[in-house]
């Protein structure tokens, strides 16, 4: 930790009554998905957009000991990556700009980005940790930065709107990742999907942008010659983390249902009470 990074910790005040708050909901969450995933393990992403420093600290705090937190925005990250404990595990989960690829990627504990959609971002992302690493005095800094891991979004549901490369050209940008991109490490595949189809969706309708996000997986561990195990699903938001648990995700990112619903972005302060 910086003595920065210590100091800012030190003088974070964490309200109890939040704090407490955040934990039950937090375990409620993790409840839900173990009942769900039937002894897999999950990975849960709290997803801590546009919410305070402090509610991060509540929960990578006793009892919870949560690391993994996943963030949309460069600014927001960096500010709280710098202010907080470099032991959590950053995941970037917004649209990417090619142009911000670099500095995100030179964050040190970045874990994960989840929204690689094309060959130049790609490039721009691996240059940017290639260039971290290199940086790196000693070997063990350079170990412990390592590479930086991947999931190609998907864009399952053919939305104009939405971002993520079309499933029919997802293994050939896969492929780039894992033979021309060797700062970056290939994890899987990710979706947001429609919302319309969650709702969709039911204990015996499945979710169309879930089936189709594992089929596109299927295929890429087809094309690229690796076992399906290899490329992990990233699926299910709040409104459907459970059934996207039930058809195979290995990831589900959650927000709301865990810090309540976000304020409107020009609202949003990492630091309470701060200007
Ligand atoms: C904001 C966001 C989430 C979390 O959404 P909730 O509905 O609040 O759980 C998950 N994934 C992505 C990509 C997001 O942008």
């Known amino acids: 930790m910086t003595e920065e990074g210590a100091k800012s910790t030190a003088e974070m005040q964490v309200n109890p009554t939040r704090a407490k708050q955040l934990v039950e909901a937090f375990s409620s969450v993790t409840s839900r998905i173990n009942a769900a995933s039937r002894g897999k393990n999950v990975r849960l992403v709290a997803v801590s957009k546009l919410k305070p420093a402090t509610d991060i600290l509540a929960l990578y705090n006793n009892p919870t000991s949560h690391l993994h937190f996943g963030e949309n925005y460069l600014q927001e990250l960096s500010e709280k990556a710098s202010l907080l404990p470099p032991s959590i595990k950053w995941h970037f989960i917004g649209a990417l700009q090619t142009n911000k690829c670099s500095p995100l990627a030179q964050i040190p504990n970045l874990h994960l980005v989840s929204s690689v959609d094309s060959i130049k971002k790609a490039d721009a992302l691996n240059k940017g940790r290639t260039q971290l690493i290199s940086t790196s005095k000693t070997d063990e800094e350079k170990a412990e930065v390592g590479k930086l891991n991947v999931h190609v979004q998907i864009n399952t549901s053919s939305e104009e709107s939405k971002s993520g490369v079309e499933p029919s050209e997802a293994a050939e940008l896969c492929r780039h990742i894992r033979d021309d991109c060797p700062s970056l490490h290939l994890a899987g595949v990710m979706t947001i999907g429609a919302l319309a189809r969650s709702q969709a969706s039911t204990a015996e309708v499945e979710n169309e942008d879930f089936i189709k996000l594992r089929d596109t997986r299927d295929q890429i561990a087809e094309a690229l010659g690796v076992t399906k195990e290899e490329l992990e699903l990233s699926m299910g938001m709040s409104e459907d983390f459970e059934s996207a ?31």
């Open 245 to 275: 648990v039930t058809m195979g995700s290995d990831e589900v990112r959650v927000g709301s249902t865990i810090f309540g619903e976000r304020p409107p972005r020009k609202e949003a302060k990492v630091v309470e009470g701060s200007g």
